[in-house]
């Protein structure tokens, strides 16, 4: 699976608009890219996943570069409770799922 | 989404005593099972891959006598730490997917805390 880079850590005002950066130039043309979060010591949350098109959901939005390698997850309104660590991940089929270091996410009161 | 649940949430045992950790897809068949492992300030790293009914693959490095996985039907997987050690003392996370539509997406327990003394 295509590797992701992410940054290491952001802030964000409680209220505004969060949003978190992934590149993964590498990514092949049958590979999704997935986001989930990991609120300390709890299991991975699934957040959003696509292909090629935008997708949004009740938790966030998920834009992709036509060109495929890049995408930003927007959380629209940041709450104290969406502090956790996002990973970007791209994944082929139903392999598993590989996890790196992920983004570290801290909304600001 | 679906629900994955996982049992005992802690559990801490003794040096050389064997634990076992259960996880069920609550609403969904789960036709693959992972399970992961944390420790602490890193991120998952993957144990091993199950599918209904087959024999457990093990990743590079986890040793399949130590880490017993049993995927017997599809709503339960468990996961045997043998003869633990306090180098096994982790986070461990097991994560199901199934056949079609959204439950293709790869969901997690809640993980269980393990403390071997």
């Given at each position: 699976?295509?590797?992701?880079?992410?940054?290491?850590?952001m802030?964000?005002?409680?209220?505004?608009?969060?949003?978190?950066?992934?590149?993964?130039?590498?990514?092949?043309?049958?590979?999704y890219?997935y986001?989930?979060?990991?609120?300390?010591?709890?299991?991975?949350?699934y957040?959003?996943?696509?292909?090629k098109?935008n997708?949004?959901?009740?938790?966030?939005?998920?834009?992709?570069?036509?060109?495929?390698?890049?995408?930003?997850?927007?959380l629209?309104?940041a709450?104290?409770?969406d502090?956790?660590?996002?990973?970007c991940?791209?994944?082929?089929?139903?392999r598993?799922?590989?996890?790196g270091?992920?983004?570290?996410l801290?909304?600001?009161? | 989404?679906?629900?994955?649940?996982?049992?005992?949430?802690?559990?801490?045992?003794?040096?050389?005593?064997?634990?076992?950790?259960?996880?069920?897809s609550?609403?969904?068949?789960a036709?693959?099972?992972?399970?992961?492992?944390?420790?602490?300030?890193?991120s998952?790293?993957l144990?091993a891959?199950?599918?209904?009914?087959?024999k457990?693959?093990?990743e590079?490095?986890?040793?399949?006598?130590?880490f017993?996985?049993n995927?017997?039907?599809?709503?339960?997987?468990?996961?045997?730490?043998?003869?633990a050690?306090?180098?096994d003392?982790?986070?461990?996370?097991?994560?199901?997917?199934?056949?079609?539509?959204?439950k293709?997406?790869?969901?997690?327990?809640?993980?269980t805390?393990?403390?071997?003394?």
């Amino acid at each position: 699976d295509a590797k992701t880079t992410q940054p290491t850590s952001m802030d964000c005002a409680e209220g505004r608009a969060a949003n978190l950066p992934c590149n993964h130039s590498t990514i092949s043309g049958n590979e999704y890219v997935y986001w989930y979060r990991q609120i300390h010591s709890q299991g991975p949350q699934y957040i959003i996943h696509g292909l090629k098109n935008n997708e949004t959901n009740e938790m966030a939005s998920l834009i992709i570069t036509e060109d495929r390698k890049s995408s930003t997850l927007i959380l629209p309104h940041a709450t104290l409770r969406d502090t956790a660590v996002y990973y970007c991940i791209v994944r082929q089929g139903r392999r598993a799922l590989t996890f790196g270091s992920g983004t570290r996410l801290q909304v600001q009161p | 989404g679906a629900v994955v649940s996982q049992h005992p949430s802690r559990v801490i045992c003794k040096s050389g005593t064997s634990v076992k950790i259960e996880c069920r897809s609550l609403d969904f068949q789960a036709t693959t099972m992972f399970w992961y492992r944390q420790f602490p300030k890193q991120s998952l790293m993957l144990m091993a891959t199950s599918n209904e009914g087959s024999k457990a693959t093990y990743e590079q490095g986890v040793e399949k006598d130590k880490f017993l996985i049993n995927h017997a039907s599809l709503t339960l997987s468990t996961l045997t730490v043998t003869s633990a050690h306090p180098e096994d003392s982790s986070f461990y996370i097991c994560s199901a997917t199934g056949t079609s539509g959204v439950k293709e997406t790869q969901y997690f327990g809640p993980g269980t805390r393990l403390l071997v003394l």
